[in-house]
């Protein structure tokens, strides 16, 4: 898809972005209450050779950003998709009660690409249903020949990596399992500017990853730990970017039960993001000095399983005791913490689909954060403006106690049903060397959608990508230093 200026041929559609108190009748047409929602789409459609026209919701006008945008353009490209129009044009008049001039700022462009790629994405890769094409320009029509090809790059460049991690997660568990999946890593970052190193059999036990090893024994795809080194400015602080990959979680031997388990391929949707965010990062060449580990497993029940009870030994000193099978995801985000500190990470950010309790706690739209204040302060602003929003949560040292365990020094699971997300940072936080700045996220809540709303398609949203990536762009930007301002 092409953004492009000023007047030409005639589009197949005409596009009218409107608040909810948007006045006037634009083209002709009376503008009804309703129609300015945020999210609303509606279609006048002409008579005789006329032109169509398609009325997008921006909301409240008091409330307006580009997230407003993002999932006004969603909404639009997935409607003019459907109908098989090539060709769009957004009306000049709107973009005047939009930002009080005739053209938009460089960041509504990038936006607005971004919002129509992701709005348009579709996983079609094992349906036979007909697919359909996307619009091959849309045409802003503004007063001045200026040209959006960068802004157009960067929302595409955006959107790419986000519908990459959300192909990732949409993937069946037959065609991406532990082996398959560090093979599309492979492949992902080939040619790119990393060094990318796999653990895996032997030298997993070698490096007394004794967690991952656990937690992958009853599948009969092994276990790996991928690493992927970028240094775009090797004087830069160094940060490790720690995604779960559980390819799918059936619980192990504390079995899942339920009549649709389906949901359980989203499981890897931490490791997903920061594949993402990593793949955004170095197409831009961000001057920083990044390191993603990856641990990659599937935690499936079978006579080589581990069973509740099970002791973990990992290599700071500390034992485990599993109560709970199905509490996967710390065990190996433990192995994971301990290996980038070997490492030399001064910084580490965790994400994971790891509790249901975070949604309890926070809903289905925004994901929880513990640790450093400065850090998660600067990704919940960030967080609030490009559509990864996120909520800081606090890590109670009193709590540590309901981890406790009889035969070991702490239980993958908490003795109290309460505060399940907490309980989980609180395990994660013990195998954080204690000068490091760390951060963990729990996007268990936020990794999927039932349906398609705003630029979101129904299944896996990829979550996490635009918050990482940003997280990491600021910081390079303002010197590597505490919280930007």
């Known amino acids: 898809m092409e953004l492009i200026s000023g007047t030409g041929q005639p589009a197949d559609v005409t596009i009218y972005p409107v608040f909810e108190d948007s006045e006037g009748e ?16 509606h279609w006048f459609y002409g008579r005789h050779g006329e032109q169509d026209i ?8 008091d409330k307006f950003g580009m997230e407003a945008l993002r999932e006004a353009a969603g909404g639009a490209g997935r409607e003019i998709r459907k109908a098989s129009w090539r060709t769009a044009s957004i009306d000049g008049t709107a973009l005047r009660d939009i930002f009080g001039e005739g053209e938009w700022p460089e960041q509504a462009a990038v936006a607005w690409v971004e919002g129509w790629l992701l709005g348009t994405y579709v996983f ?63 492949t992902i970052f080939a040619g790119r500017n990393v060094k990318l190193h796999v653990y895996q059999g032997e030298e997993l036990k070698q490096r007394q990853m004794n967690g991952l090893l656990a937690v992958g024994s009853g599948s009969k795809h092994p276990p790996a730990m991928v690493e992927i080194e970028y ?34 391929r989203f499981d890897m949707g ?12 170095t197409r831009l060449e961000v001057k920083a000095r990044i390191t993603a580990f990856i641990p990659i497993a599937e935690n499936v029940p079978d006579g080589d399983a581990i069973l509740p009870s099970h002791v973990i030994r990992y290599p700071n000193g500390l034992s485990v005791q599993v109560v709970n099978t199905d509490a996967e995801g710390r065990l190996i985000l433990a192995d994971a913490i301990l290996h980038a500190a070997r490492n030399g990470a001064e910084r580490i950010i965790d994400i994971a689909t790891l509790t249901g309790a975070v ?27 490009n559509g990864d929003p996120i909520w800081r949560l606090p890590l109670v040292d009193e709590d540590e106690e309901l981890l406790g365990s009889p035969y070991a020094d702490l239980a993958n699971l908490a003795s109290s049903p309460y505060g399940g997300a907490n309980m989980a940072a609180l395990f994660l936080r013990r195998f954080v060397p204690s000068k490091a700045r760390w951060c963990h996220i729990d996007m268990a809540n936020t990794s999927q959608v039932p349906a398609d709303r705003g630029y979101k398609a129904a299944g896996a949203t990829g979550y996490g990508v635009r918050l990482l990536a940003d997280f990491v762009t600021e910081q390079a930007n303002s010197g590597n230093g505490g919280t930007a301002e």
């Open 359 to 385: 949604g309890h706690a926070l809903g289905l739209r925004v994901a929880g954060i513990w640790g450093d204040a400065g850090f998660a302060e600067q990704l919940m602003r960030i967080g609030s403006k």
């Open 270 to 281: 931490g490791a997903a993001a920061v594949i993402g965010a990593m793949d955004l990062l």
């Open 54 to 61: 398609l009325v997008v919701g921006l909301g409240s006008r």
């Open 124 to 186: 079609d890769k094992y349906t036979s249903r007909h697919k359909k094409g996307q619009v091959d320009w849309i045409r802003i029509e503004s007063a001045a020949e200026r040209s959006y090809a960068e802004a157009a790059w960067l929302g595409r460049a955006r959107a790419e990596a986000v519908a990459l991690a959300r192909d990732l997660c949409n993937e069946a568990p037959n065609d991406l399992h532990p082996a398959s999946f560090v093979q599309r890593i492979k």
């Open 231 to 264: 240094f775009g400015d090797s004087n830069a602080p160094h940060l490790a970017l720690i995604g779960k990959g559980i390819t799918f979680d059936m619980g192990g031997m504390n079995l899942k039960v339920a009549r649709d388990l389906s949901d359980a």
């Open 26 to 41: 634009p083209a002709g047409l009376t503008l009804r209450d309703g129609m300015g929602g945020r999210g609303a789409v």
